[in-house]
């Protein structure tokens, strides 16, 4: 026998008897009321999955014991049964949240139908509150990892905005988290229930990025056999997240601002404008105000992404959070609480850069998972680039100038070495790599010649 319990409340006899047998015999717990009053008394000893009522019976009927479950606050199915058939009292019914209104007689396999279907409905609903629990809690500001002084105030600022509908612009290095941060905003604002549409702007081929962005109608192309609708039309009422939105070429800028200006765009190969309610957060690792002065992002566009500004700090300068960082992203992947590194790894840890931010912490756990076998964390796990960092630091510090050290020689190594470290990881877009040494682009220039690297 099944957990399902199930409530049958009616004033005549052989009724209730009759049900009681038909739905044990499907496996289902089964308790019988007289009438109304008795129904909630049973309501106050034991809970019930649904509950069967007849509409009228001395005392309490069918509408006011329906009444009384919902001032509960309880939202079990109710199943409504009647030999009177009335159209004002199954609207009456239905307005109090009753799943079904059967007139008697009814066929057994009516019932079993209908009870089968109303118990579905429930566990649906129950598996779908407990889904949205999760993601509010996965995506509640709390969730954000980090005890530091520099996320206390992103923190802060974000519980500020989330409930406004003002465009965001979140910066920060690469993997610092700023999508993360944007499905957070998303969900603690008011369009949380609305469809949450990322686009990475610098993943999508550009002669394919207007259709992709705005749909197309019917033939607006050779192959364009469909009409298509597009990612801004699947953010309607929601959020959009234009990522990486400094890769946008200058024609599709254009149009953005547009859509902005205007909240509405038109389908390629459209003739009629579409009205458009979205809440946009852009993102980018760029250094946007460089590329207004360089002539190559658009100013008037920039200004409209950034009503709120909002600057994500990079893992260096919020190294205390490593640790809690660590026990996140192990219970993620293992589901063992409270890890703690030992250490002397954490002494290493707090000595690297972290130019890949939280997302190279991230990967470099996995890797600890992966192969430590239950161990945890341990030295002959730590990547060589973590390993490198601190054989570099014990050189510089036991360098002795009077062991005829040349300073100028030194330093001019170091910071070739990191101009050319950085050009590696900007895949050799100087843009990209002023912005990882945090230096302007005409700076990046001025050393890459002076050093003589070539860039090309």
């Keep these: 026998m099944s957990d399902i319990k199930i409530l049958i409340a ?66 079990v199915p109710v199943i ?13 019914a239905m307005k109090l949240g009753a799943y079904d209104y059967i007139t008697k007689p009814f066929k057994n396999d009516e019932i079993r139908l209908i009870v089968k279907n109303a118990l579905e409905r429930k566990r649906l609903l129950e598996e779908n509150r407990q889904l949205r629990k999760q993601l509010d809690q996965r995506f509640s500001f709390r969730s954000l990892v980090g005890e530091s002084s520099a996320m206390k105030k992103v923190v802060t600022l974000l519980e500020r905005v989330a ?18 941060v944007a499905k ?9 229930d609305k469809p949450f549409v990322p686009i990475n702007c610098g993943a999508i081929p550009e002669n394919l990025l207007e259709s992709e962005l705005f749909g197309y109608e019917k033939g607006a192309f050779t192959g364009a056999d469909r009409k298509k609708e597009g990612l801004f039309e699947a953010a309607h009422l929601g959020t ?71 600057e994500l700090p990079p893992l260096r300068e919020r190294l205390d959070d490593i640790p809690l960082l660590i026990e996140n992203f192990y219970r993620k992947m293992t589901g063992e609480q409270g890890y703690a590194p030992p250490k002397q790894i954490l002494d290493i840890l707090y000595q690297y850069d972290w130019p890949g931010n939280i997302r190279e912490l991230e990967n470099l756990v996995e890797r600890c998972v992966v192969l430590a076998d239950g161990e945890g964390m341990s030295l002959d796990l730590m990547p060589d680039a973590v390993m490198r960092k601190k054989k570099l630091d014990s050189e510089l510090l036991s360098a002795d100038p009077c062991d005829g050290f040349d300073l100028e020689i030194w330093l001019e190594q170091i910071e070739k ?9 900007a895949g050799g ?19 890459l010649e002076k050093l003589g690297i070539d860039d090309r």
């Excluded at 052989?14 to 007289?34: D, F, K, P, T, W």
């Excluded at 877009?429 to 050393?447: C, E, N, T, W």
């Design 80 to 92: 409504v049964l009647t030999a009177f058939s009335s159209t004002d009292e199954a609207v009456e």
């Design 417 to 425: 070495g990191m101009l050319c470290k950085a050009l590696e990881k």
């Design 240 to 310: 959009l997240f234009l990522d990486e939105v400094g890769e946008l070429p200058m024609g599709m800028q254009v149009k953005l601002l547009r859509v902005l200006q205007e909240r509405e765009f038109r389908r390629v190969g459209g003739t009629k404008d579409i009205p458009l309610d979205i809440r946009l957060i852009a993102a980018t690792n760029q250094n946007l105000p460089t590329m207004v002065a360089d002539g190559i992002f658009r100013e008037d566009l920039y200004y409209r992404l950034n009503v709120i500004s909002l």
């Design 163 to 180: 409930p406004s509908q003002a465009n965001i612009l979140i910066t920060g290095e690469s993997g610092t988290g700023k999508e993360v």
């Design 184 to 192: 957070a905003i998303h969900h603690n604002s008011p369009r949380k």
């Design 429 to 447: 877009v100087k843009m990209k790599a002023a912005d990882i040494l945090g230096i302007s682009f005409r700076s990046l220039r001025y050393r």
């Design 10 to 75: 009616d004033d005549e006899v052989n009724l209730r008897s009759m049900l009681h047998i038909l739905l044990e015999r499907e496996g289902y717990q089964v308790v019988q009321a007289v009438d109304g009053q008795d129904a909630i008394d049973k309501f106050s000893e034991s809970v019930f999955d649904l509950v069967i009522t007849d509409m009228r019976m001395p005392g309490m009927g069918g509408l006011p014991l329906l009444r009384a479950i919902r001032n509960r606050g309880d939202e």
